[in-house]
Every structure is written in structure tokens, then in C-alpha cells.
């Protein structure tokens, strides 16, 4: 299984990027799908995390200002940000859950995509 995430770049303070994340390989289906990020010399943190029924959950930095999405047909997880702010700077990371056997999940990290917000 691969997750591979698209869509980081620059940005200036107030604007909007859109991330997403597609899982490949032998998949028969995804449980939780979320984006993490990391500034330099911090921890890595949950951004938002979404099931597969559609719920979510929201670090209390982002609410409001990213939605989280996932199309588990295409086995795709999207992240919008809007009025980012220079806080926001950091690599952000897809992640997901995928069953191996009925009580055991594997978990799966992306490459990772930069997002730089300027001033």
C-alpha cells in the first residue's frame, strides 16, 4: 500500500491550498484517513482525521479554516485549507488505517508535501 499526497506549495498569508492524498495498492478498504504536519523542531500533530463513515475530527488550530474529505471510492482523502496563516508552515502527512484481519489494522504514512504560508 502507498499514500501519495499532492497539492503543498507557497502561499500567502490569508490564501487557500488544497492537499490530497491517494491510497494505491491492494486495498479492500481504508478506516480512519487523516493529514498530520510537522514544523521544524516540533512534534508531528493531527491536523484532522476523518472515518469512514464520514466523521470527523479537527485540531482546534485548523476549525473552521480546513475541511477534511475522502472519497472511498478512489480511496482519496482531501484536505482544504483556507486563511492560512504563517503558523500553518509545516510538512503535512497523509495517513490511513487499513485492515489486515478483523481485530488488526496496519497504519500507512505518506512521503509527506511541504506548505510554506508568507507574509
Known amino acids: 500500500v502507498q499514500l501519495v499526497e499532492s497539492g503543498g506549495g507557497l502561499v500567502r498569508a490569508r490564501g487557500s491550498l488544497k492537499l490530497s492524498c491517494a491510497a494505491s495498492g491492494s486495498i479492500f478498504r481504508i478506516n480512519d484517513m487523516g493529514w498530520y504536519r510537522q514544523a521544524p523542531g516540533k512534534q508531528r500533530e493531527l491536523v484532522a482525521q476523518i472515518t469512514s463513515g464520514g466523521s470527523t475530527n479537527y485540531a482546534d488550530s485548523v476549525k473552521g479554516r480546513f475541511t477534511i474529505s475522502r472519497d472511498n471510492g478512489k480511496n482519496t482523502v482531501d484536505l482544504q485549507m483556507i486563511s492560512l496563516e504563517r503558523g500553518d508552515t509545516a510538512g503535512y502527512y497523509c495517513?490511513?488505517?487499513?485492515?489486515?484481519?478483523?481485530?488488526?489494522?496496519?497504519?500507512?504514512w505518506g512521503q509527506g508535501t511541504q506548505v510554506t504560508v508568507s507574509t
Open positions: 495517513n490511513a488505517f487499513i485492515p489486515a484481519s478483523r481485530n488488526y489494522e496496519f497504519e500507512y
